[in-house]
């Protein structure tokens, strides 16, 4: 899988912040002093809140220019990572292979499913701390409405003060993919629940359509590494610069932006 297609088709380009994140991207990386080898996502995420799209587009740019170089380098499991590196640095294979020997280690099939887990076990925990019940598991039906038109399901269903929220977690470097996203937010509609979406990191547009339908974003910026990962979290944050770590449970203020919300704008508004 080529990391270099253009995921992000239609979303806006604001040419102030790309000019920004070149610059960064000039200076603090790909400068001859700083000298750096970096695989497309590793930008993305370093670069936010620069929406990842334009981290892209300007490092394609780049490229173009003949500024940087580029090539696609292999994981042992097939999948590949561009790098990119300023044009004219030599030796730059010794380097890939290290961080490739690395990112291996948190990119296998189960090493992803155990993140999955990871998040739900904290965030169930921390929400009930603040009064939240889960009612539902893995859901595609509630209320006598079942959920057919694809084979989606929403990970949980939560409720605070008889409110009911369709909840989505994603405990990724990605984005969730917009096309999951607009699913979801069907499927709460179409059950009648309110869209919740936990992820680790999200862009304005995407958090502004879930507000359009009623719905909250809980952006947690560091993705949480299983319990005895936590050495791996260290070297992720050290070797290549990535928010990754492996707390024990939450800050209480991390699941208190959600109850503050929706005793807020819920809550508030049905008392008013």
Request: glycine residues 8%.
């Amino acid at each position: 899988m080529d990391e270099f297609v253009e995921e992000y088709e239609g979303e806006p380009r604001d040419d102030a912040t790309a000019a920004a994140a070149r610059e960064t991207l000039l200076k603090d990386y790909f400068s001859r002093e700083r000298d750096g080898v970096f695989y497309l996502k590793q930008m993305q995420v370093r670069l936010e809140p620069v929406f990842h799209w334009i981290t892209q587009r300007v490092l394609g740019e780049l490229v173009d220019e003949r500024i940087l170089e580029t090539d696609l380098f292999g994981l042992p499991t097939g999948v590949k990572r561009r790098f990119y590196w300023r044009r004219g640095r030599r030796y730059v294979s010794r380097e890939i292979a290290q961080t490739l020997k690395l990112v291996q280690e948190f990119s296998t099939e189960e090493f992803g499913k155990a993140l999955g887990y990871q998040a739900e076990l904290l965030f169930d925990s921390a929400l009930a701390a603040e009064g939240v019940i889960v009612r539902g598991w893995d859901v595609r039906e509630y209320d006598g409405k079942r959920w057919v038109e694809t084979d989606h399901n929403l990970d949980r269903l939560y409720m605070r003060d008889g409110v009911v929220y369709g909840a989505e977690l994603k405990n990724t470097l990605d984005y969730i993919p917009r096309d999951e996203l607009d699913v979801k937010l069907r499927m709460c509609e179409f059950l009648g629940v309110r869209p919740l979406f936990i992820v680790r990191m999200a862009p304005a547009p995407y958090i502004e359509r879930v507000r359009q339908r009623g719905g909250f974003t809980l952006v947690f910026k560091y993705q949480l590494y299983p319990f005895g990962a936590g050495g791996l979290a260290k070297r992720v944050r050290e070797e290549l610069g990535l928010p990754a770590d492996s707390p024990r449970r939450l800050f209480d203020s991390t699941a208190r932006r959600f109850t503050a919300w929706h005793e807020r704008e819920v809550m508030g508004g049905a008392r008013s």
